[in-house]
């Protein structure tokens, strides 16, 4: 239905930055909400950051100032600019999608690795 591919992933040293991307293909005329999550060990995937098709935006509290999302509607593509990137940041990010106007992914990408190094 929705197929989700993330970009951008890298290392970098703390106080970096880095720009992630996540391209929709597919049935993406069904897509309002897309965003980022990442995986914490020991817990549940956590919000990054969110954005509905209208332009609604959710940030997690550890992240904000930090990070931007934007979305692309016309490519069906949604980014996440990471600036003062710390080492706790280090994980793996999922791109993520759902047909509702609130972050509860349908759909996930298949993940691209950010390392922070000290």
């Known amino acids: 239905q929705v197929q989700l591919v993330e970009s951008g992933g890298g290392l970098v040293q703390a106080g970096g930055s880095l720009r992630l991307s996540c391209a929709a293909s597919?049935?993406?005329?069904?897509?309002?909400?897309m965003g980022w999550s990442r995986q914490v060990p020991g817990k549940q995937r956590e919000l990054v950051a969110s954005i509905t098709r209208d332009g609604r935006i959710t940030y997690a509290d550890s992240v904000k100032g930090r990070f931007t999302i934007s979305r692309d509607n016309a490519k069906n593509t949604v980014y996440l600019q990471m600036n003062s990137l710390k080492p706790e940041d280090t994980t793996v990010y999922y791109c993520g999608a759902d047909s509702v106007p609130f972050y509860r992914p349908l759909y996930w990408g298949q993940g691209t690795q950010v390392t922070v190094s000290s």
């Open positions: 597919g049935s993406t005329f069904s897509i309002n909400a």
